[in-house]
C-alpha cells in the first residue's frame, strides 16, 4: 500500500517576501531494499528518488519531456512526524496496512523524504484525488493531502467569485546611516503591489479549516537542523491561501490590450509585481497613492463589517388593474438573529423617540448605516435612488419593464452581493408557472388493439402519448398560446396570475408541438422514467389515471400497503417487510427490475423468500428461481428457507457432488421452487446454468457484480430470467460504478453504455461535483431502489429496540473434515471415560470444535493463513462489517478467545482496513481508556471494537456501535446479553442489531436449540459456564456433536 | 492626454469656463495646470488665489520668468440662502447619502432651483477672476490653469464646490446639525480622517513555527482533530464579474486613467477566471 502524503512548507526566510511551495511525498509499507544508513534521519518508509519516480509516471499519470528529467526535479525534504524507539511511526492511514499498534506516545522528529515539488496545485491536486478515487487499489491519500485538496478547492471557489482586490502592502525600513560622525536611524518604508483576499467566506472557510486540519500538514521543514517546530495553522493556512492567489493572478496570461489598459497604474505593478518600472515614482508619491488605496479598501471592508444588519429588499407584485405599480420594499434583517427584520416603513412611522429603541437590534449608527448601504446597493443596482428622494426612504416603485428586470438580474446581484432579496412566490424555482410539452399518455397493451381495461399496467405495457402545450401545468390551446408569444410583455398576467414568459423558448414549443401535433407515438414504461428524469425541464407529463397512479406508488414506496402474511409462512413478517414484499411485487409487475437496499438486519432474505411464497399463491406452476449469493450466507439462505418456508422446494448446487449433467440439472431445477448457488459457481457453471429459463434470478450481495468486466459477472449477464433481483444492503447509489453494473444487470440500457454513464455522470459528479448531474441521477434510479434505513422513523415503530438475529454459516471442507476426525475420535474415548476424566473430555471436545466452527487456524494452532476461504464464518463477518461500516456505523466484535480476538484485529485493521481497537484481559488501563475515548468521539469514522467476552463484558459504555457481532457462542444467555448491553445502555439513540453466528450442522446448532427450547419451557437452570453439557448422556451428546454433511459448503 | 476631471461635476465645472473662454487660452491652461507651472494656490472665503509661474515672452516685454498673482471667485450664494438650500438637501435621502459617499448628488440643483439658485457656475456672471499678467483677456491661460486644477480637486471633494459657494466647512457643519438626516452626514464629515498607514512585516501573512510540543494523538496528528467539512460544490460564473469592488464605485482616487477602473478589473477578473489554467 501507497499512501500519498503531502504539504505546503514555506521557505526559511525571514525576507520580506516569503515563498513556499507544495510538496507530495509516499509512504510505503513496502519500501523497496534497505536504505544504506539511518545516520541521517531518512524515512525508512517512502518512495526514494527512484521509485518515486516510477510512481509519479505509472501510478499519478506524470510524463516528462526528456527522460530522467524528471528525477532530477525531486528534492528532499524533511517532516517532523511521530517517532517511537528511534523510528517514525506508520501514518494513520499506512497502520492499518501494517503489523504495529498506534503509538500512544511519541516524540516529533524530522525525518528525511524525497519529494515532488507540484507545480499547478490545485489542479495537481484534484486529478490526484480523481485517479485516487477511482483506480486506486494500492494507493490512497491521506488525510492531509485530502485536507489541502478540498481546501484548495475552496479558495478556488472563492477566486472565481472574484473575491480578491489589488493591493499595497507597506513596508517600514529602518536603515542605519553611517554618514557623518554618529550613526542615524533613517525611517524609511517600501511600498510593494501585491493581491488580497477579500471575502467573508474566505475568513469562515480559515476558521473551519484551521479546526480540521490534520497535525501532518504543519510538519514540513526545508532542513534537518531546524530545530522548531510545527507550523501554527492558521498562519500557514492564510500563507498558503496568499502565495496560492498571488501564484494565480500574475500567472495568468493578459492580453496587449489589458496591459496597455492598465500602464502606469497601481493595476500594472500587482500584475507584473517583477517587471522593473523605469519611472520610480517619488516616495511621496509612492506613500500618497498608499493612502489612497488604503481609504479605498478601508470602504470596501467596512461596508462588509460595520453594519448590524442585511439589507433587504422585497417585491410586492402589482395588482392586474394596475401593472405598472410593482413596490420594492426596504427592509433591514438583524446580523445576528436573521430572523428579525424590521421595514424601513415601519421604522420612519415610528415616533423619532421610538426609533433609537427599535433599531438597537440593528446595531450602532443605524441610520448612517442604513443610508450607505442603500448607497451601496444602488451602486449595484440605480433604480434604489428613485425612492430615495425623501428623508423617510421606505422603498421604491417600478414598473412592469423595471421589474422585470429585477426579477431576471438584479435581484441575483443584489443577492450575490450579500442583500437579502425576497420574490413573489410565483417566481421562485418552485412556484414558478413553466411553458412546457406535455405529453399525454395512456397505457395500452403490447397487442396494441385496446386499452387494457382494468387499467392494470403489466410487463408488457405499452405507453402511447400525444402532444400539448401547457403553461403552469395547465392545458392550453394553439390559439391562447399564440397569444402568449404575441403578447408584447416580458412578465403577463395568465389566467389571474403573474408569470414570466420566454418567448423564444414558446415559439419553439409551439413549432415541435404543430410539427408533432398529430402523431400517436408509443414508449415503453423504462424509456417514459428514463425520459421523465432527463427532460424535466421542458417536458411535462398529463398521465392517465394508471399511469399516475403508478407513478405516484413508485416515488412514495412507504405508502405500499402492506401484504398479507403468505398462508405458508412459518412467521410473521413485520410491517414494513410486508410493504417491501408489496413494492417488489409491483415492481416486478411492471418489468421494472428491482434493487432491494434495507440496511443490514432488516431481513431482505426473509422479504425474498415470502415474496416466492406469495406468488405461488397467486399462480401455479412457476419456474424457478435462481439465487446467486457468496458461499458464506448459502447457509443461512437454506437455513431461512427451511425455517419459514418449508414448503418451498430448494436445491442448493454447490459442492463437488452437485449435479454436473445438464439434462440432470435441467430436470432436477424444474423439480424445485428455489435453486441457490454461488457466485463462484455461477461463473464455472455457466453454461449449465444458461441452459434454461428461469422464472427469476436473484443477486444477493450484489456488490458483487459492481465490475462489469469480471469474467463472474458477465456469465451472470447472460442468464436467461425476465424478472432479475438485487439485494444489497451498501448504499450503492453512492457508489456511481456499482450502481451502473448492477443496473446493468436489472434493466440493461435504462443507465446507458459504461462510457456514455461515465461521460454523463460519473466524471462530472466525482471531478467538479456537479449537483444538477447528481440529481438527475438521482431521480434516474430512485423509482429501482428500496432503501429503508434503521433509523426510518417508520421501521423504528415496527422494530423493537433490539433485534437479535442469528447468522448461520455453514463450514468449509476442511472444517468438515477437521470437525468429523475429533468427532470420531470423541466418539471412541467417550465409552471407557468415567467421572472427573468424562466431564474434561467433554469440555475440551466442545473446545476443539467450537475452534474448528470458528477457523481452522484456531484449532491447528500451527500459525497458518487466517483467511476467509478456511472459514465461511470469518468470510460471513467480512461482508458483513463491510455493509456496517459502508453504512457509517460502528460495531462491537465479541470473542471468548483472545487468540481469535487477536486474529480479527489483524485481518480486519490489515486485510480489510477498517479502523480497530481490540480490547482484551492483557490491556493496559490507559490504553483502554483511550481507545474507549477514541471510540466513542463522533469525530472518529466508522470503527470496530473487538473485546474479549471477559475482558469487555462489564463497565464499558461503547454505545457508539449499534451492531453487535458474537463470533462465538457463551452457552449462557445472560453472559452474551451483559455483552450486548456495552452498546445497549442509556445514550443509545439507535437501534441495536445483534448478529450471533452458528455453523450449521454442528454441535452449535444444536446447543442453540436446545437453548432456545428450554427458554421456552423456563424450565433449565443454566449455569455460568458450560458444566450442564457434562450431565447429558453419552449418546445425547454423540447426537450433540455429530456432523450433518449435507450442512457443508465448498 | 489625461482629463483633469472624471466626474460629472468636475466635467460641468470645466464646461462652465470653456464655454467663454477661447480655445487656445484654454489649451494651454490646461498645459499649465498639468506641467506644474501652478506653484501654490489656497481658498478662502469663496476665493482662489495662486502663484503660476509665467513664461518668459519678450514681445510683452517680459525677459525673466514672472510670477502672476491669479484669483478667481465664484459668486457667493448669501448665507440665509445656503441655510434654506442645506434644509433641502437634508430633507432628502439620496442627496445625503451621495454625499456621504463622498459623491455630488447629480440631482443636487433641485435643492437650489426652488431658490432660483444653481450650485455649479454656468454661464460667465458667476465668475469674478483676475490675474497681474499682461494678457488683456480675461480668462487668461493662467486662470484657466488654476481653473482646471480646482476641476480635478473637486473630484475627490465634492463640498469644495460649496466652499467656492461661500459657505465655509464650519457652517456647512453647523447648518447640517439642524436637521436629522443632516446631522448623519455632519458626523461623517466630523470624522473622516486619513486613514493610518498600516505596516505590515511580510509581504505574506508569516507562518509563525510554535515550539515542539506533542498534544495531539497520533490519530490527530495525521488525520485532524475533527472531520473535514463535507466538499462544496463547485461555483461556475459568478452572476455579475467584480461585484466586491463595484460597491465602491468607479474611479477609485488612486485610479488616474479615464478609462473605467470597474470595465478594466472586469476584464482582469474574467482572464484570470478563464484563462488561468489552474482556474478551469
Known amino acids: ?1050 | 492626454m489625461a482629463q483633469f476631471s472624471r466626474t460629472w461635476w468636475g466635467q460641468r465645472f470645466i464646461a462652465a469656463l470653456e464655454e467663454f473662454t477661447d480655445e487656445a487660452r484654454l489649451g494651454r491652461g490646461r498645459s499649465y495646470a498639468s506641467n506644474g507651472r501652478i506653484i501654490e494656490y489656497t481658498l478662502s472665503k469663496g476665493t482662489v488665489t495662486a502663484k503660476v509661474r509665467g513664461s518668459i515672452n519678450p514681445y510683452f516685454g517680459v525677459y525673466k520668468e514672472p510670477i502672476y498673482k491669479t484669483s478667481i471667485t465664484i459668486k457667493a450664494i448669501t448665507s440665509d440662502d445656503w441655510a434654506k438650500v442645506i434644509r433641502q438637501i437634508a430633507s432628502r435621502a439620496d442627496l445625503i447619502t451621495k454625499l456621504l459617499m463622498n459623491e455630488m448628488p447629480d440631482t443636487i440643483e433641485e435643492a437650489f432651483s426652488g431658490l432660483s439658485l444653481h450650485l455649479l457656475p454656468h454661464s460667465e456672471r458667476d465668475f469674478e477672476t483676475s490675474c497681474s499678467c499682461p494678457d488683456w483677456a480675461n480668462p487668461c491661460k493662467h486662470i484657466a490653469g488654476v481653473y482646471y486644477l480646482l476641476a480635478s480637486a473637486l473630484d475627490n471633494d465634492p463640498f469644495l464646490m460649496f466652499e467656492l459657494r461661500g459657505l465655509s466647512r464650519d457652517d456647512l457643519y453647523t447648518e447640517l446639525t439642524r436637521s436629522p438626516l443632516g446631522k448623519i452626514l455632519a458626523s461623517a464629515l466630523d470624522s473622516d480622517e486619513e486613514p493610518l498607514v498600516e505596516p505590515v512585516t511580510s509581504y505574506y501573512s508569516r507562518p509563525i513555527r510554535e515550539q515542539v510540543t506533542v498534544e495531539a494523538t497520533h490519530k490527530e496528528f495525521w488525520t485532524g482533530a475533527k472531520r473535514l467539512p463535507s466538499p462544496i460544490a463547485n461555483v461556475s460564473q459568478p452572476s455579475v464579474p467584480a461585484l466586491l469592488i463595484k460597491k465602491q464605485g468607479d474611479y477609485p482616487p488612486f485610479w488616474h486613467k479615464d478609462l473605467s477602473f470597474i470595465s478594466v478589473m472586469e476584464e482582469l477578473y474574467e482572464r484570470v477566471r478563464t484563462k488561468n489554467k489552474q482556474m478551469k
Open chain 1, 1 to 1050: 500500500m501507497h499512501i500519498i502524503h503531502g504539504t505546503w512548507i514555506p521557505e526559511d526566510s525571514n525576507e520580506f517576501i516569503q515563498r513556499g511551495a507544495f510538496y507530495l511525498w509516499v509512504e510505503t509499507d513496502t519500501p523497496a531494499g534497505r536504505s544504506r544508513s539511518n545516520s541521517n534521519n531518512v524515512h525508512p518508509r517512502h518512495l526514494a528518488q527512484t521509485a518515486l519516480t516510477t510512481f509519479l509516471m505509472e501510478k499519478l499519470g506524470l510524463r516528462e519531456l526528456i527522460s530522467g528529467a524528471l528525477a532530477h526535479t525531486l528534492c528532499t525534504k524533511y517532516f517532523l512526524l511521530p517517532t517511537v524507539a528511534g523510528k517514525p511511526s506508520p501514518s494513520f492511514e499506512l497502520l492499518r496496512y501494517m503489523d504495529e499498534e498506534e503509538p500512544i506516545e511519541f516524540d516529533l522528529v524530522p525525518w528525511q523524504v524525497w519529494c515532488y515539488q507540484v507545480p499547478d496545485i490545485i489542479t495537481a491536486l484534484n486529478d490526484i484525488h480523481f485517479i485516487a478515487l477511482n483506480a486506486a487499489e494500492d494507493f490512497q491519500l491521506g488525510a492531509d493531502l485530502l485536507f489541502w485538496h478540498q481546501y484548495s478547492q475552496a479558495i478556488k471557489n472563492i477566486i472565481s467569485k472574484d473575491q480578491y482586490i489589488p493591493a499595497l502592502k507597506y513596508q517600514a525600513i529602518s536603515t542605519t546611516s553611517n554618514k557623518g560622525k554618529k550613526a542615524k536611524q533613517i525611517l524609511n518604508f517600501e511600498i510593494h503591489p501585491a493581491w488580497e483576499l477579500l471575502s467573508e467566506t474566505y475568513e469562515n472557510n480559515i476558521q473551519r479549516y484551521v479546526a480540521t486540519m490534520p497535525g501532518a500538514c504543519t510538519a514540513g521543514l526545508n532542513s534537518p537542523h531546524d530545530s522548531s517546530g510545527l507550523f501554527d495553522k492558521e498562519s500557514l493556512l492564510r500563507h498558503f491561501s496568499e502565495c496560492l492567489l498571488h501564484e494565480i493572478v500574475t500567472g495568468t496570461p493578459f492580453t496587449q490590450k489589458i496591459d496597455q489598459q492598465i500602464a502606469d497604474t497601481l493595476l500594472y505593478a500587482c500584475v507584473y509585481p517583477y517587471r522593473p518600472i523605469l519611472m520610480r515614482p517619488s516616495s511621496e508619491k509612492k506613500l500618497e497613492e498608499y493612502k489612497q488605496w488604503l481609504t479605498w479598501r478601508t470602504n470596501l471592508t467596512k461596508s462588509h463589517t460595520e453594519a448590524g444588519f442585511t439589507l433587504c429588499f422585497r417585491l410586492e407584485e402589482a395588482s392586474p388593474s394596475d401593472i405598472n405599480n410593482w413596490q420594492l420594499h426596504f427592509l433591514v434583517a438583524a446580523k445576528h438573529d436573521p430572523s428579525l427584520k424590521l421595514s424601513l416603513e415601519e421604522y420612519w412611522g415610528l415616533h423619532p423617540r421610538d426609533r433609537v429603541e427599535t433599531a438597537r437590534p440593528f446595531g450602532k449608527d443605524f441610520e448612517k448605516n442604513l443610508l450607505l448601504a442603500l448607497g451601496y446597493a444602488a451602486r449595484i443596482y440605480p433604480t434604489i435612488w428613485n425612492g430615495m428622494a425623501t428623508d423617510h426612504p421606505t422603498g421604491c416603485i417600478l414598473t412592469m419593464y423595471e421589474a422585470f428586470e429585477f426579477l431576471k438580474e438584479s435581484a441575483w446581484v443584489l443577492s450575490d452581493a450579500g442583500y437579502a432579496v425576497i420574490v413573489p412566490a410565483w417566481w421562485t424555482p418552485d412556484g414558478r408557472r413553466r411553458t412546457k410539452v406535455r405529453l399525454k399518455t395512456s397505457v395500452r397493451s403490447s397487442k396494441g388493439a385496446t386499452t387494457l381495461s382494468q387499467g392494470h399496467l403489466s410487463l408488457n405495457s405499452i405507453i402511447s402519448y400525444e402532444y400539448q402545450l401547457s403553461v403552469g401545468g395547465q392545458v392550453v390551446s394553439e390559439e391562447e398560446w399564440e397569444q402568449l408569444v404575441n403578447a408584447k410583455t416580458p412578465l403577463v398576467q395568465f389566467r389571474g396570475q403573474w408569470m414570466e414568459l420566454d418567448r423564444d423558448k414558446m415559439q419553439q414549443l409551439l413549432q415541435f408541438w404543430q410539427t408533432h401535433q398529430h402523431e400517436k407515438s408509443e414508449m415503453t414504461l423504462l424509456d417514459m422514467l428514463k425520459i421523465g428524469s432527463e427532460a424535466e425541464d421542458d417536458l411535462e407529463w398529463d398521465h392517465d389515471q394508471s399511469l399516475r397512479d403508478m407513478l405516484s406508488r413508485l416515488h412514495d414506496k412507504n405508502a405500499f400497503a402492506p401484504i398479507k402474511d403468505p398462508e405458508a409462512l412459518q412467521g410473521t413478517l413485520r410491517d414494513y417487510q410486508k410493504r417491501g414484499v408489496a413494492w417488489l411485487q409491483y415492481l416486478e409487475k411492471l418489468g421494472l427490475n428491482p434493487c432491494l437496499a434495507d440496511d443490514m438486519g432488516l431481513g431482505k432474505t426473509l422479504e425474498v423468500i415470502a415474496c416466492l411464497l406469495k406468488e405461488r399463491e397467486e399462480e401455479d406452476g412457476l419456474g424457478p428461481t435462481l439465487i446467486i449469493a457468496p458461499t458464506s450466507v448459502l447457509g443461512n439462505w437454506r437455513k431461512e428457507i427451511e425455517r419459514f418456508a418449508p414448503e418451498l422446494r430448494t436445491l442448493v448446487h454447490q459442492g463437488s457432488t452437485r449435479l454436473k449433467d445438464k439434462q440432470k440439472f435441467m430436470d432436477a431445477c424444474q423439480a424445485h421452487d428455489v435453486i441457490l448457488t454461488s457466485f463462484a459457481l455461477a461463473r464455472l457453471d455457466e453454461k449449465l446454468l444458461q441452459g434454461l429459463k428461469w422464472h427469476r434470478v436473484v443477486v444477493d450481495e450484489a456488490q458483487n457484480i459492481k465490475n462489469p468486466h469480471a469474467a463472474q459477472t458477465r456469465a451472470i449477464l447472460k442468464l436467461d430470467a425476465p424478472l432479475r433481483v438485487a439485494l444489497t444492503g451498501t448504499p450503492v447509489e453512492n457508489r456511481l460504478r456499482d450502481l451502473w453494473s448492477i443496473f446493468n444487470f436489472l434493466n440493461p440500457g435504462y443507465l446507458g453504455k459504461e462510457a456514455q454513464f461515465r461521460k454523463e455522470f460519473e466524471t462530472p459528479i466525482y471531478k467538479s461535483n456537479d449537483l444538477a448531474r447528481s440529481t438527475t441521477l438521482k431521480k434516474l434510479v430512485e423509482p429501482f431502489i428500496l432503501r429503508r434505513v434503521k433509523t426510518d422513523k417508520r421501521i423504528i415503530d415496527d422494530l423493537p429496540d433490539k433485534i437479535e438475529q442469528k447468522m448461520y454459516c455453514t463450514l468449509t471442507p476442511e472444517q468438515a473434515s477437521l470437525y468429523e476426525a475429533v468427532v470420531k475420535d470423541v466418539e471412541e474415548q467417550l465409552n471407557e471415560a468415567e467421572g472427573i476424566q468424562r466431564k474434561g473430555l467433554i469440555l475440551s471436545t466442545i473446545l476443539k470444535l467450537k475452534q474448528i466452527c470458528n477457523h481452522p487456524m484456531q484449532f491447528l494452532q500451527d500459525g497458518s493463513a487466517f483467511t476467509s476461504e478456511r472459514s465461511h464464518k470469518l468470510e460471513r463477518l467480512g461482508e458483513m462489517i463491510e455493509e456496517v461500516i459502508e453504512s457509517g456505523e460502528s460495531a462491537l466484535i465479541f470473542t471468548q478467545f483472545t487468540e481469535i480476538g487477536g486474529a480479527l484485529e489483524k485481518y480486519l485493521e490489515h486485510t480489510k482496513h477498517y479502523n480497530t481497537y481490540y480490547l482484551h484481559g492483557g490491556t493496559n488501563v490507559k490504553r483502554r481508556e483511550r481507545m474507549i475515548v477514541d471510540f466513542q468521539d463522533p469525530e472518529t469514522e466508522p470503527s470496530l471494537f473487538i473485546l474479549s467476552l471477559r475482558a469487555g463484558g462489564v463497565g464499558l459504555n461503547l454505545t457508539k456501535a449499534n451492531h453487535v457481532f458474537h463470533f462465538d457462542r457463551w452457552w449462557n444467555p445472560s453472559v452474551e446479553d451483559q455483552a450486548t448491553d456495552r452498546a445497549f445502555r442509556i445514550g443509545q439513540r439507535k437501534n441495536v442489531f445483534v448478529h450471533k453466528f452458528l455453523a450449521m450442522g454442528t454441535m452449535e446448532e444444536r446447543i442453540d436449540a436446545m437453548i432456545e427450547d428450554k427458554k421456552r419451557l423456563s424450565s433449565l437452570v443454566v449455569g455460568t459456564d458450560e458444566s450442564w453439557l457434562t450431565e447429558l448422556d453419552n449418546n445425547t451428546f454423540k447426537e450433540l456433536i455429530a456432523l450433518r454433511r449435507s450442512a457443508v459448503m465448498e
